[in-house]
Every structure is written in structure tokens, then in C-alpha cells.
């Protein structure tokens, strides 16, 4: 198991990074990790970790410093191994050393620690001990290093509770990276296969609460003859949709027939839609049947209804009202029984006040509606989606199915995804093709709009003023996002922070962030 760990993943991982950077800033204290033998990982070979302050700088520039730290980080990691829980130690130059075990299941892995100061308590002792061990090893400067032990760090109690806190953080998010792959691959097979069952609506992909809330409207609506609007932005999978409902209804062995109302003018739509007699313009050189004919005892799915002109709105209303049509250039009515469904990326009802497009119509279109969450609004689902177009490309090439490297998926579940389901099918079949023979994908291979514009909705985070404030507004900041994310599943984000849920109550509470009605 100690071989599938990626140490070298773990400065790429962006939680990581702003802990780091946030406990440099406060404390001017580095953290790093070993693994289980003691040894300094996430560093290149040869080469120590950038410490922070003046001193720790100094010793570790010096080979004998060198050896002298990575043998205090063994010793920090044998006193932790057996604790289940922070430790304090001491480091050889005098320095407190906070460290935190990393366990998978029940082995040890390494730890995390976090050096570089003094405790409040022993804090004259240790600047001592620290001054001594200076004018040993360094008797050239004495005065200068005076000057940067005056200085230190020293950590009150209640801020080494708190480092505590960010150091298991940290150990939190290494957790994640280092669940079992294939235990996560048959979680999905094993949801992928729920899904089916229960929903068996072709190739959809979702478990988040935006799509379960879908999924049981669809599951009322699919043996109805009802007229149903779809209404999503573009990329959302309103055509799939519109699938699903047609091939779990009665007319599912029959024709189910789709027109893009927008790729076509008034002339050639109303021909396509209701057909023509020969001759009744130029270039119609024989009889032609229309869609509507066409979908006789099955579905007919009007895309991007939208787009069409008030003009042809009024002739699809006589269809959807009568259920009667008149192919172009003829005289002879002709009825059909076709259900009909409707989708749009256009708000509808702001073009009915425009008039823009007709009430009667709309209201007509719009007896059952049925809106698809934009991927933005369902983002627990990205891995799934991930995982399912992944299977597809290795299907389609005969390889193996390839996996998404940590820094990789950070910035894939980070983009707003404009273009939706659309957008990322096609940026996984971009990043499988440019990874070539890699088993594995690197954010290297993102698209640039997704590289380069990760959003940071901790960037502003404070670094000046009480700690104790500046905490607080993380941690609310942390849990609102989370809430949100979660649709006020308190269960579950309790279980992602780590943390009880009833100690996310109160914390839910005491930042009066329940959700407000209306």
C-alpha cells in the first residue's frame, strides 16, 4: 500500500496550499510530511523543504543541519506512530514540532507535521536551548542569531489548538487522495447500477438531489400523453430527456421522430414538419411526408422551439390544439396521433410579455415543464460524468480506462461548465486523446479556459486582525458553501468536514445559516 502513495501529488492539491500559506502567514511555521519510515516526502531527492523562518533557513542550508532534520522528523514520526492523535516533540535544535499520524484503515502511513516554533509554556527554556545550539554549530554570529531567536514564534495554547486543527486538515484531504481506487470504481458501478433499475432512463447520468428531484418527475410524467416543455440551458441534455420519456412510455416502440426548429426558415420547417405535394414549389418533384406523419402513434420532439416565428407558431398550434395538419400545397387535412414534446434554452414566458412568442402556444407547450439543473447546480455529479465518458472512450478505443489525476479533477469539479454536460463530455475526449499512451491525465492537458480560470472562493481569506475572527470566517464561509452545495444535506456535509452533525448544527446555528424559506 506505502507504494501507492503520491507524495508528490500532495503540493499540487489546492486545499494543501492555501493551509500551507495560511499557517505561514500567521505563524511563519511550515508544514511538511513523512512517510512511514520518517523520511521527508513531496520534495524532490536530495532536497529539503523551504523553511520559513531565519534559523530553521540557516541550519538547513548546512549539511549538518540536513541530516540533523531528517532525523528529527524520524524521531517525531516514531513517537507518533503509536498515537492515534496530535504529539508534541522536540526537534534537535530546541524547536516544538506538532505532528498528526496518517492512517488508512488501520496502518500508519506517515504524518503531518508543522515545526519551526516555541511553546508558550517552555518558551524561555527552548529559546535557550536553541540559542546553544547555535553558538555551537554556528560560532561565527553569534549577535545576528540572538536577534532571530528574540523573535520566534511562541504559541499560546489556544493557538496551538488551532494549528492542531489545520494540521488535521491537511491529513484530511491526504485521506482523499489515497482512498482506494478501486474501492471508489465499484461504488460507482454499484450506483450506476441502481440507477438503471430504478430510473432506466437510457444513458443518464446523475445521483445529485437536482436529479433525483428530475428523476421522479419523469417517472409521473412517462405514460401520460401530456404535452411537456423542457426547458434548460444549452448542453444540458433536454434531447436525452426527451428520450427518456418517450422509451419509457407506451408509444416506446414507435417512431420518435426530432426536428431542430431553429436550423430551418418558415418555408422548409413548415414542409418538414407537415410535408408537400409535388409541385407545390420549386425543387418539389414528388409527394413528401412530414415529421408529424411520420411520428403518427409515437413522440415527436420540437427542439429549440424558441427560435421558430410567430407566423409558424399559430399553424403548430392548430396541430397541438386539433391534432389536425395540412401539407404544403395541398387542401386535404390529415389528422395524427403523436405526442408532442418541446424544449427550449429561452425563457418563454419573459418572450410571452415581450410577445415574442404566443401565450396561447406557450401555455399549451407548457402543460407539464420540466427544467434540467445546469451541471453548475449538480456538481457531485462531475465524477460520475467523468467516470461514465471515461468507460465510453475506453470502449470506443479497445484501452484501458484512464484516470484522472488529482490536480486534474480539482480543476475539473472548479469549472462553472457554461457548455454543461455538452462541454465536459467533449473536454474528456479531448484529454483522452492528447493523453495518448498515459494510463493517467495531468491538468496539464485542460483546455485553457479550465487551466488557466480555476475559481478560488477562498482567495480573499484574511490574513490580518484577531485570528480567532479570521477562523471563524473560514470556517463559516466553509459550511455555507457546503450547504449549499449539498442542498442543506446536513448528514452528508457533516461527513465530508469531518466533523459531527451535531456539531454542525450548532455551527449551522451560531451563523444563522438555516435555510430560508421563500
Known amino acids: 500500500m506505502t507504494k501507492s502513495v503520491r507524495w508528490e501529488e500532495f503540493d499540487k492539491i489546492l486545499v494543501i496550499q492555501r493551509l500551507r500559506d495560511l499557517v505561514s502567514r500567521w505563524w511563519n511555521i511550515q508544514i511538511n ?26 541550519i538547513t542550508q548546512d549539511d549538518r543541519g540536513f541530516t540533523g532534520c531528517r532525523g528529527t522528523a524520524q524521531q517525531t514520526t516514531v513517537e507518533t506512530m503509536n498515537s492515534k492523535s496530535a504529539k508534541i516533540s522536540r526537534c534537535h535544535a530546541g524547536f516544538s514540532a ?19 516554533f516555541v511553546h508558550e509554556s517552555t518558551a524561555a527554556a527552548q529559546r535557550e536551548a536553541i540559542a546553544a545550539y547555535l553558538r555551537v554549530n554556528f560560532p561565527d554570529s553569534v549577535a545576528e542569531h540572538q536577534k532571530h531567536v528574540d523573535s520566534l514564534t511562541v504559541l499560546s495554547k489556544k493557538e496551538l489548538q488551532y494549528l492542531t486543527e489545520l494540521v488535521n486538515l491537511v491529513v484530511a484531504e491526504i485521506l482523499l487522495v489515497q482512498r482506494d481506487l478501486s474501492t471508489e470504481k465499484q461504488k460507482v458501478e454499484r450506483l450506476h447500477k441502481e440507477l438503471e433499475q430504478r430510473y432506466n432512463f437510457d444513458r443518464m447520468v446523475g445521483r445529485s438531489a437536482p436529479m433525483q428531484d428530475l428523476y421522479q418527475v419523469l417517472e409521473r410524467v412517462c405514460e401520460s400523453d401530456a404535452t411537456i416543455l423542457i426547458q434548460g440551458e444549452n448542453g444540458t441534455g433536454k434531447e436525452l430527456i426527451a428520450r427518456a420519456i418517450h422509451y419509457n412510455s407506451a408509444r416506446q416502440n414507435n417512431s420518435f421522430v426530432v426536428v431542430n426548429c431553429g436550423a430551418f426558415n418558415d418555408n422548409l420547417l413548415e414542409s418538414e414538419l407537415f410535408g408537400h405535394v409535388k409541385g407545390s414549389f420549386t425543387g418539389a418533384v414528388k409527394d413528401r411526408k412530414g415529421l408529424f406523419e411520420e411520428a403518427d402513434q409515437g413522440t415527436l420532439f420540437l427542439d429549440e422551439i424558441g427560435d421558430t416565428s410567430v407566423a409558424m407558431q399559430v399553424k403548430m398550434l392548430r396541430v397541438l390544439q386539433e391534432g389536425t395538419y395540412t401539407p404544403v400545397g395541398s387542401t386535404q387535412q390529415q389528422r395524427g396521433n403523436v405526442r408532442i414534446l418541446a424544449a427550449t434554452n429561452k425563457d418563454l414566458a419573459t418572450m410571452v410579455r415581450k410577445n415574442e412568442f404566443r401565450e396561447d402556444l406557450y401555455y399549451r407547450l ?12 449538480r456538481r457531485e ?8 465518458f471515461l468507460q465510453h472512450n475506453a470502449g470506443k478505443t479497445k484501452e484501458a480506462v484512464k484516470i484522472i489525476a488529482k490536480d486534474c479533477m480539482e480543476k475539473l469539479l472548479n469549472h462553472d461548465w457554461p457548455g454543461n454536460v455538452r462541454e465536459l463530455e467533449n473536454e474528456i475526449e479531448r484529454l483522452c486523446v492528447l493523453s495518448g499512451r498515459d494510463n493517467e491525465i495531468a491538468a496539464a492537458f485542460l483546455s485553457p479556459r479550465i487551466k488557466d480560470t480555476l475559481p478560488d472562493k477562498f482567495s480573499d481569506y484574511r490574513v490580518h486582525g484577531k485570528l480567532k475572527d479570521a477562523l471563524e470566517e473560514l470556517e463559516r464561509r466553509m459550511i455555507e458553501d457546503g450547504l449549499e452545495r449539498t442542498r442543506w444535506n446536513k448528514s452528508r456535509l457533516a461527513r465530508e468536514l469531518g466533523i459531527s452533525r451535531a456539531g454542525l448544527i450548532m455551527k449551522v446555528d451560531k451563523y444563522g445559516l438555516e435555510k430560508r424559506s421563500g
Open 33 to 58: 510530511f513523512t512517510d512511514e519510515k520518517g523520511l521527508i516526502r513531496g520534495v524532490p531527492e536530495g532536497k529539503f523543504f523551504n523553511p520559513t523562518n531565519m534559523i530553521c533557513k540557516m
Open 98 to 116: 506538532l505532528s498528526v499520524p496518517i492512517r488508512i484503515g488501520n496502518k500508519y502511513m506517515g504524518c503531518v507535521f508543522a515545526d519551526g
Open 366 to 377: 407548457n402543460v407539464i415543464n420540466v427544467t434540467v439543473p445546469a451541471l453548475r447546480e
Open 381 to 388: 455529479d462531475i465524477t460520475l460524468l467523468i467516470d461514465h
